[in-house]
Each structure stands twice: as structure tokens, then as C-alpha cells.
């Protein structure tokens, strides 16, 4: 929890109101930089998330920018099925404070924000074990149509991971927490050129994007992405997260820190000349080795698509989300006949024990009748 984070929450809680238009305000959670609030918008009279900017934080210009930028580049996305729908850009609101020595007033300053209101998140889900195979196979084609829609607007999100992926009320997902994300539409500067560490939680970070390549070539981190979904179909089918089972912390650490030190011109020729054999000392989990529950038919499959989605090497990753789809549905084809598979797989077994039934019947009848005949 951020620097007196607790204080700030029930400061911001026993306000009447922020700008007049967000009433009732009540603590929701916290993320690494911001405390975030449910409320009720007077301007349409529904619940939404009101993110505030710690103000522990207001002198790290990298995540105040995060902040600023999460809300704009949701902006330009509003109303995208998909996407948590924005409902208010950053302004600040102030809470002022009596020094308890001096007495003297302090005015605290909190940039913020509002968006949709959801009910909790995929990991909650994972943790909760409560989908069914299809359910995980349906609820991740959602996840794969959201980052799709997002990088068809040149947006790249560089935190995929399944708490990031909210559940609404009405029970659909949608992505969420675009602090890290960066918007290539217009002119960019270079990803990392204000903050020497990768973006987003390393556990679902792809070894490029640890080893800070996108810094020197920004295109590759939209593959960081397919690794990252990866990574998540992973966990949702296990409950395992990916990257502790890949990697160690040292190791993660150690890659960024050495790779961080190759000069920039250098940088990617470096890395593509280690790659492969860091991919083969680094062997994929399979999925169906859990034994989680997915279903013998499709956990094969399930493995394949989740493996293809992470392979190490960049270079050989699927990266097409038609094909991706293609592959689910495959999946989603097989489960559901499954079912049908089995049942006729016992109707066979019975039809087959049946006549082996009615071979011995016939046989002891001929062996009868030979028998009275031969006396």
C-alpha cells in the first residue's frame, strides 16, 4: 500500500462531493499509484470508478504521466464494446488540511479521473474457480477481441494480464488500466526514454520487452502483447501464473539490467543472437500436465494455442488474431461435442458388447445341438 494511503481514502470519503458531480463516494481498491473510489455521477445518475492520483506520487513525472495518459487514450476509445467506457477527464479537486502544530491550513491537490464502474476482474475469477472449460474458452475469445480492438487503433497496452480484465455488471469483460499503454497514431518518444525498467508486471512480460528491445524497435511491444494474452489463457486454465514458472525474479532482473546496459544501436542484433537458446533452456509448461480440468479433447489444443501465443522467440510467435479466433472455435467445437462423442463412444461399446454377447449365445447353441447330435 502507497505511503499513508488509508489517510488519504478516508479524507477523500468524508468529501460531500468532487466538482459538485460525484457524490457518495466510497473506497473501491488501490493500484500502484492511485486510489480509486465507487460513485454516483449526478449527471446521469449512475454508478461509476473515480481513479485519484496519490499524491505520494506527484513529483515522479513517469506515473503522473501514466495517469494523464490512461485517461486520454481511453478517451479517444469510448464506447468500444470492449473497453472500460471513460466518463470524465483528469482534473484535480483539493482537500485542505489543518497542521496539527501550526495550525496552519495545507491544501492537498488530487488529479482524477472517472470511468466505468465494474464488479471485479478475471484474476478474482482464476482464484475463485468458478468457470467451466467452455466459459474460459469463451471468456478469453472476449479478452482476444479487446486487445484486437485496441491495436486496430494503433493502441499498444504492454499490461495484459487477468486483473486487468474487469467484469461488469451485466457479466461481459472488458480491458482496463491503460497507464502503461502507448498510443502510436501520432508521434510517439521512444517508449522507455524516462523510466529505466519494463513496463506492466514482469511476471507476464515477454523476455523482449524485459530485455527492453521495444525501447530501440516500439512496434515489437504489440507482439509483448500476444505473449502477454498467452500467458493469461495459461493461467486461466491452470491457476498458475506463467512467468514464475518460466523464469525466476533474478533471472527477469538480470536480463533487463544486462540488456539495459548494451548500447541502443546494438541492442536487438544482441538479443536475436541469444534468443533461441534462451528459449530452449527455458522449456514451455503444458497445460494438460496440471491437471486442471479441461477436458481431454480439447486440453491438447488448449496447450498448442497457449504455446504458440508465448513462444519465446518473437519471431516465432502467432501473432494474427484471426487465427487465434480460428483456433478457439476449434476448441469451442470440440467441447461441445465432446459430449455427443462420448455418448456415442458408449453406444458403440455397448452395441459392441452386445454382439459379442450374441457371438457366444449362437456359438453355445451350435455346441449344444453338435453335442446332442453326437449322442
Avoid at 189 to 195: G, R, V, W
Wanted: proline fraction near 5%; glycine fraction near 6%; charge should be neutral.
Amino acid at each position: 500500500m502507497a505511503p499513508h494511503a488509508d489517510n488519504f481514502f478516508t479524507l477523500i470519503e468524508a468529501r460531500s462531493d468532487i466538482d459538485g458531480r460525484f457524490i457518495n463516494l466510497r473506497r473501491a481498491g488501490e493500484g500502484h499509484f492511485c486510489l480509486v473510489f465507487s460513485a454516483t455521477d449526478k449527471t446521469s445518475n449512475s454508478e461509476v470508478a473515480v481513479k485519484v492520483f496519490h499524491i505520494a506520487f506527484l513529483n515522479d513525472t513517469y506515473r503522473l504521466q501514466c495517469f494523464r495518459r490512461e485517461s486520454e487514450i481511453l478517451e479517444r476509445l469510448k464506447d468500444n464494446d470492449h473497453i472500460l467506457d471513460w466518463i470524465a477527464p483528469v482534473r484535480d479537486f483539493t482537500v485542505t488540511l489543518v497542521e496539527p502544530t501550526t495550525n496552519i491550513p495545507i491544501d492537498l491537490r488530487f488529479p482524477y479521473f472517472a470511468l466505468e464502474l465494474a464488479v471485479g476482474d478475471v484474476g478474482q475469477v482464476i482464484r475463485s474457480g468458478s468457470w467451466k472449460p467452455e466459459q474460459t474458452l469463451l471468456a478469453f475469445r472476449e479478452m482476444c477481441k479487446a486487445v484486437q480492438r485496441i491495436h486496430r487503433e494503433s493502441v499498444c497496452h504492454r499490461d495484459i494480464k487477468p486483473s486487468n480484465f474487469v467484469v461488469m455488471k451485466d457479466g461481459g469483460l472488458k480491458l482496463s488500466d491503460f497507464g502503461t499503454a502507448r498510443d502510436f497514431k501520432g508521434s510517439e518518444p521512444p517508449i522507455l526514454s524516462n523510466y529505466p525498467w519494463p513496463p506492466g508486471d514482469v511476471r507476464y512480460t515477454s523476455p523482449e520487452m524485459l530485455a527492453v528491445i521495444h525501447d530501440v524497435q516500439p512496434s515489437i511491444a504489440f507482439l509483448g502483447d500476444f505473449y502477454s494474452l498467452g500467458a493469461t489463457l495459461f493461467e486461466m486454465c491452470t491457476g498458475l501464473v506463467l512467468g514464475i514458472q518460466i523464469f525466476d525474479a533474478a533471472f527477469m532482473a538480470d536480463l533487463a539490467k544486462s540488456m539495459n546496459a548494451v548500447d541502443r544501436s546494438r541492442r536487438l542484433h544482441t538479443y536475436l543472437g541469444f534468443v533461441r537458446n534462451l528459449a530452449g533452456a527455458h522449456p514451455l509448461p503444458s497445460i494438460a500436465a496440471f491437471g486442471h480440468g479441461l477436458p481431454l479433447c480439447v486440453a491438447t489444443l488448449v496447450d498448442d494455442l497457449y504455446q504458440s501465443m508465448v513462444a519465446l522467440d518473437f519471431r516465432d510467435r502467432l501473432c494474427d488474431f484471426e487465427r487465434i479466433f480460428l483456433r478457439i472455435e476449434r476448441c469451442l467445437l470440440v467441447l461441445r461435442n465432446d459430449e455427443k462423442i462420448r455418448r456415442w463412444r458408449e453406444r458403440r461399446e455397448i452395441f459392441k458388447r452386445n454382439r459379442e454377447e450374441k457371438y457366444r449365445r449362437a456359438e453355445a447353441r451350435m455346441l449344444s445341438l453338435r453335442t446332442g447330435v453326437l449322442r
